[in-house]
C-alpha cells in the first residue's frame, strides 16, 4: 500500500521534471527557430498526452478499477 | 404503475458501475468542452496567421504557465493522497493547488490585462481580439477550477471523501487539469510563435 | 399552488432577473457610466433569470447538498400515490416523465412555430404588402425558423428520452438529475426566444450573420440568448444518450443488437456533442462584438465576417443530421414491425446513420459557395456534399428492400413512415442541385431551397415524429388513438403539405427569392403563392385533427393491449404504461431485433440475469429475485 504511493508520487516528480523540460525547450524554440509552429504544436501535443496519460488517467475509461 | 413495494430503487435497480459511468459521463464533458477552446484556437489563426505582436511580456507568460503547470502537480498528488487515505497531505497539496491557481488568476487578471493596453494590445480590434477572448474564456474556466477545489477542499477539512469514496476529488481534479492542457495549447499559441 | 416546481420556478426567477438588472445597473452607476443600457442590462437579467429559475424548480438542491459533502444518493422520486400530472410541472428525474415533457413542449412549439408560418403565408399569398412591415415579416420568419429548430430539438429529445432506456433494457439514464436540467433550461430558452418578439424583434432570420447582428434590434440578444440554453440542454442530453447507450445496456445486447433507432440517436449525440458548441461560439462572438465591441467579425478591426459562416455552418450543417437521423431511424424501426419481414441490411442501415454523421462534418461549405471562396474549396465541398447521398441511399434501398414482398398494414404509424419515405426522397434528390456550384449559383437563397429544406425535415422528422407518437401512443397512455382521425390526419397533411412546396420549387426554379416579404405580381408568382397558402392552411388544419384525436383518446380512447402491433422491441413486452423502474425483471438479449417471421427466433429473454455479460463496465448481478 505505502509503496504503491510512493511508487506513484515518484511517477509524479517524473511527469513534472518532463514537463518543466519540455517547457524550456518550447521557450528556447520559440527564441531559436523562426517558423516555428510545427515545433511548438508537437511538443504542446506530447504535454498535453503527458497530463492526459498520467495525471488525468486516461486509460481509466477501458481498464476497469474502481478507487483502488 | 409502480407500486409502494417495487418503488425503492434496490429493488429493481441492475447494479451499474456508478463510478464507470461518471468517468464516462465526464470525459465527454471534457471533449465537448475543449472544442470550445478549438474554435478559439483556430479563430486566432484564422484572423492572424502565424504572427504574433513582439510586445507580450514574455516573463509573465512564462511564469503564469510554470504556475499552472505546478497547480496541476500538486492536484495529482492531491488526488493520490485521498487514494491511499492520507488525509493531511491531501489537505496540504489541495491548498497548495487552490493558491497556485489563484495566482495564475491574478497574474492574467490583475497584471496581463491592464498591462497589454499599455502596449497596444486592446480587447477591441487586432491581435487583442484573440488574445483576450482566450485568456478570458480560459480564465473564466481557472475561476470555476478554483471554486471547485475550494468546495473540496473544505468538504476535506470537515472530514469527507476517503480512499473508497472521492469521486467528488477525483472529477474537480480531472476538470483542473483539463483547464491546464488547454493551457499547454494556448500558451504557445498567444506568447511563443 | 407552491408545491409546483415550475410555479416556484416562477416566482424565484423573477426575482432573480430583479436582482441581476439591478446588480448590474449598480455596477455601472458606480463605474460612473449611465445606469440604463439596454444590452447589459436584459443580458445579465436574462442570465440571472435563468439561473434562479432552475434553482426555484429544484434543479440545483441535490448537487448543492452534494457540493457540501452530503451523499446526494439515488435521485429522488416522488411519491407514488401523488397525482401524476404533478409529476409534469417539476423537476423529475423519470426519463419517461421527461420524455413526455420534451414532447408536450415540442407539439406546443410546433404549434406556435406553424402559426407563424401560417402569419407569413397569408402575407405571401398575394403580391404587395398585405398587414406587415417588412421587419416584422423578417421577425416572424426568424422566430418560425428557430422555435421549429426548437421544436424538433425537443422533439427528438422526447422520443429519445422515453425510448432509449425502455430500448437498452435500462432502468433509467446514466444521469438522472442531469436529464431532468436538459429539459428545464429549455423552458427559459424559449421563453427568451418568445420575449425577442416583444423586445424589438431580430430582422435577421435565425442565422444571425454579423454584421446585421452586431447591430440588430435588442431582441437579437434574448434570441442568442435562448440558443445558448437550448444548445447546452442539447449537450448535456447529448451526454446522457451516449453514456446510457454505451454503458447500459441489457447484456446481450451487443450494438449490433441494438434496435436501429438507438443507432440514429448514438450518431445525433455525437453529432450534439461535437458540434453544438460551434454554434453557441459563433453566437457569443457576436454577443462580444455587440456588448464589448470585440471585432471578430468586423474588417475595419482585423476581423472577418467570413469566420463567422465556416464557425456557424459547421453546427448549422450537421444540425439538419441531428433532426433527421432520429427520423430515419423511426422509419426504420417501424417498417418491419408493419411489413412483418425482417429489416433488410441492418447493419448497413445501422452504420449508414454513423456514415451520414461523419460525412456531415466535412460539407459546412455548402452553404458558402456564393460567398467566393474560390473553385477549389467550392468543388471539394460539393464533392463531400454529394458523397452524403451514399448512406443515404443505402437506407432507402434498404427500407425497398424489407417492403418488398412483405404483407404490408396500414395503420396510421405506417402511413406516416411511408410518407416521410415519398416526402424524405424528393428532399434528398432536390438537394444535389443545390450542392452542385453551378446549378447552386442559380438557386442560392430562392424558394427552391425553402422546398428542399421542408422535404427534408418534413420527410426526416415531422412524419417519422407523427408516426412515432402514434406508434408509442398505447405504450405511454395505455390507451389507443383513433384510427379513422389519425388516417383523416395523414392525408389533410400529406396533401397540403405538396401543395406547399410544390409551389415552393416551382417559384424558386422562377427567381422567387427567400427572406423578403413581397415579390413584383408581374413575376406572375401569385397562383402559386395562394396555392401554397392554402396548402399552408391544410397542413394546420390537419394539426387541428391530430390535437383533437390526442386529446380525445388520452381521456377516453379504448384500452390498448400490451402489444397492439405485434413488435419484438424490449418496450413492449411490459405493461402500458411502463412501470417506475422499467423492468420487473431485467431483460436479457439473445437474439437479433428485427427477425419477423423467421420460425423460432426469440429477441430478448427475461430473468435469467447474468447469463451473458458482454460489456465489462456492467456488474449484472442476481436481480431475478423481485
Ligand atoms: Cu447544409
Known amino acids: ?68 | 404503475m409502480s407500486t409502494a413495494t417495487t418503488h425503492t430503487s434496490a429493488v429493481v435497480h441492475p447494479e451499474y458501475d456508478r463510478l464507470a459511468l461518471n468517468r464516462f459521463g465526464l470525459w465527454l464533458f471534457f471533449f465537448s468542452e475543449s472544442l470550445i477552446f478549438l474554435i478559439l484556437l483556430l479563430t486566432r489563426f484564422y484572423l492572424f496567421g502565424t504572427s504574433r505582436p513582439e510586445e507580450l511580456n514574455q516573463t509573465l507568460g512564462l511564469a503564469i504557465t510554470v504556475i499552472l503547470l505546478l497547480s496541476s502537480f500538486t492536484a495529482y498528488r492531491a488526488e493520490t493522497a485521498i487514494a491511499h487515505d492520507d488525509r493531511p497531505q491531501f489537505l496540504r497539496n489541495l491548498l497548495a493547488t487552490i493558491l497556485l491557481g489563484t495566482l495564475f488568476l491574478l497574474g492574467v487578471v490583475l497584471v496581463e490585462w491592464p498591462e497589454a493596453p499599455r502596449l497596444g494590445i486592446v480587447p477591441q480590434e487586432g491581435f487583442g481580439i484573440a488574445f483576450f477572448s482566450m485568456t478570458g474564456m480560459h480564465a473564466f474556466h481557472v475561476l470555476s477550477g478554483v471554486l471547485l477545489l475550494l468546495m473540496v477542499y473544505l468538504n476535506g477539512r470537515r472530514g469527507a471523501y476517503s480512499s473508497d469514496s472521492y469521486w467528488g476529488v477525483e472529477a474537480s481534479i480531472k476538470y483542473w487539469h483539463f483547464v491546464d492542457v488547454v493551457w499547454v495549447f494556448f500558451y504557445p499559441a498567444l506568447y511563443l510563435l | 399552488m407552491l408545491s409546483l416546481g415550475l410555479i416556484r420556478g416562477l416566482i424565484v426567477g423573477a426575482i432573480g432577473a430583479v436582482i441581476g438588472m439591478a446588480l448590474t445597473m449598480a455596477a455601472r452607476v458606480a463605474l460612473g457610466r449611465p445606469a440604463w443600457s439596454a444590452d447589459p442590462v436584459s443580458f445579465v437579467g436574462a442570465i440571472s433569470w435563468i439561473v434562479f429559475f432552475l434553482v426555484g424548480i429544484g434543479a440545483f438542491s441535490d448537487w448543492w447538498r452534494w457540493a457540501q459533502g452530503e451523499q446526494a444518493g439515488d435521485p429522488h422520486h416522488p411519491d407514488p400515490n401523488a397525482p401524476q400530472w404533478k409529476r409534469y410541472f417539476s423537476f423529475d428525474p423519470s426519463h419517461k416523465v421527461i420524455g413526455i415533457q420534451y414532447t408536450v413542449t415540442a407539439l406546443a412549439l410546433m404549434y406556435v412555430a406553424g402559426l407563424l408560418a401560417l402569419i407569413m403565408r397569408l402575407e405571401l399569398a398575394r403580391s404587395g404588402l398585405q398587414f406587415m412591415s417588412p421587419n416584422t415579416y423578417n421577425t416572424i420568419m426568424g422566430l418560425h425558423g428557430i422555435v421549429m429548430i426548437g421544436a424538433i430539438l425537443l422533439g427528438v429529445s422526447g422520443m429519445a428520452n422515453y425510448l432509449i432506456p425502455l430500448m437498452v433494457g435500462a432502468p433509467d439514464m446514466a444521469f438522472p438529475r442531469l436529464n431532468a436540467l436538459s429539459f428545464w433550461i429549455t423552458v427559459p430558452g424559449v421563453v427568451l426566444i418568445v420575449l425577442s418578439f416583444f423586445t424589438g424583434g431580430f430582422d435577421t432570420g435565425w442565422t444571425g450573420y454579423p454584421p446585421l447582428g452586431a447591430r440588430a434590434p435588442l431582441g437579437i440578444l434574448f434570441f442568442y440568448l435562448g440558443v445558448f440554453a437550448i444548445g447546452l440542454s442539447s449537450i448535456l442530453g447529448s451526454i446522457n444518450f451516449l453514456t446510457t447507450t454505451l454503458k447500459m445496456r441489457a447484456p446481450g445486447m451487443s450494438l449490433f443488437r441494438m434496435p436501429i433507432f438507438v443507432w440514429g440517436m448514438l450518431a445525433t449525440s455525437i453529432i450534439q456533442l461535437v458540434a453544438t458548441q460551434f454554434i453557441g461560439m459563433s453566437f457569443l462572438m457576436v454577443v462580444l462584438e455587440r456588448v464589448l465591441g470585440m471585432g471578430f467579425f468586423d474588417p475595419a478591426k482585423g476581423g472577418d465576417a467570413v469566420l463567422f459562416q465556416h464557425i456557424f455552418w459547421f453546427y448549422s450543417h450537421p444540425a439538419v443530421y441531428i433532426f433527421i437521423l432520429p427520423g430515419l431511424g423511426i422509419i426504420s424501426e417501424l417498417l418491419p414491425v408493419f411489413v412483418r419481414k425482417p429489416l433488410f441490411g441492418y447493419k448497413f442501415v445501422a452504420l449508414s446513420s454513423m456514415a451520414i454523421a461523419i460525412i456531415g462534418f466535412l460539407v459546412w461549405a455548402h452553404h458558402m459557395f456564393t460567398v467566393g471562396l474560390g473553385n477549389v474549396l467550392n468543388s471539394t465541398f460539393m464533392f463531400t456534399t454529394v458523397l452524403v447521398a451514399v448512406p443515404t441511399g443505402i437506407k432507402f434501398f434498404n427500407w425497398l428492400a424489407t417492403m418488398w414482398e412483405g404483407k404490408i398494414s396500414f395503420e396510421t404509424p405506417m402511413l406516416f413512415v411511408l410518407g416521410a419515405f415519398v416526402i424524405f426522397l424528393i428532399g434528398g434528390l432536390s438537394g444535389p442541385p443545390n450542392g452542385t456550384v453551378v446549378t447552386d449559383f442559380f438557386l442560392h437563397e430562392t424558394y427552391w431551397v425553402v422546398g428542399h429544406f421542408h422535404h427534408t425535415m418534413f420527410g426526416g422528422f415531422v412524419f417519422p415524429f407523427m408516426a412515432a407518437i402514434y406508434f408509442w401512443f398505447p405504450k405511454v397512455t395505455g390507451r389507443m388513438y383513433n384510427e379513422r382521425l389519425g388516417k383523416l390526419h395523414f392525408w389533410l397533411m400529406t396533401i397540403g403539405f405538396f401543395m406547399v412546396t410544390t409551389s415552393m420549387f416551382r417559384i424558386g426554379l422562377l427567381g422567387m427569392r427567400r427572406r423578403i416579404a413581397d415579390y413584383d405580381p408581374a413575376l406572375g408568382f401569385d397562383t402559386f403563392q395562394m396555392i401554397a397558402t392554402m396548402g399552408g392552411f391544410l397542413v394546420g388544419l390537419s394539426m387541428l385533427v391530430f390535437l383533437v384525436n390526442i386529446v380525445r383518446s388520452i381521456r377516453a380512447g379504448e384500452r390498448a393491449p400490451e402489444n397492439p402491433w405485434r413488435s419484438r422491441s424490449l418496450e413492449w413486452q411490459i405493461s402500458s404504461p411502463p412501470p417506475e423502474f422499467n423492468y420487473p425483471t431485467p431483460p436479457v438479449v439473445v437474439g437479433g431485433p428485427y427477425d419477423y417471421g423467421v420460425p423460432g427466433s426469440v429477441y430478448v429473454r427475461f430473468g435469467i440475469a447474468g447469463a451473458s455479460d458482454a460489456d465489462p463496465a456492467r456488474t449484472s448481478s442476481d436481480n431475478g429475485k423481485s
Open chain 1, 1 to 68: 500500500m505505502e509503496a504503491k504511493k510512493a511508487a506513484k508520487l515518484r511517477l509524479g516528480w517524473i511527469v513534472i521534471g518532463i514537463l518543466a523540460v519540455l517547457t524550456a525547450v518550447e521557450f528556447w524554440v520559440a527564441i531559436a527557430i523562426n517558423s516555428a509552429l510545427l515545433y511548438l504544436a508537437v511538443l504542446a501535443l506530447a504535454k498535453a498526452a503527458l497530463i492526459v496519460q498520467y495525471f488525468m488517467h486516461v486509460n481509466q475509461l477501458w481498464h476497469k478499477e474502481g478507487h483502488e
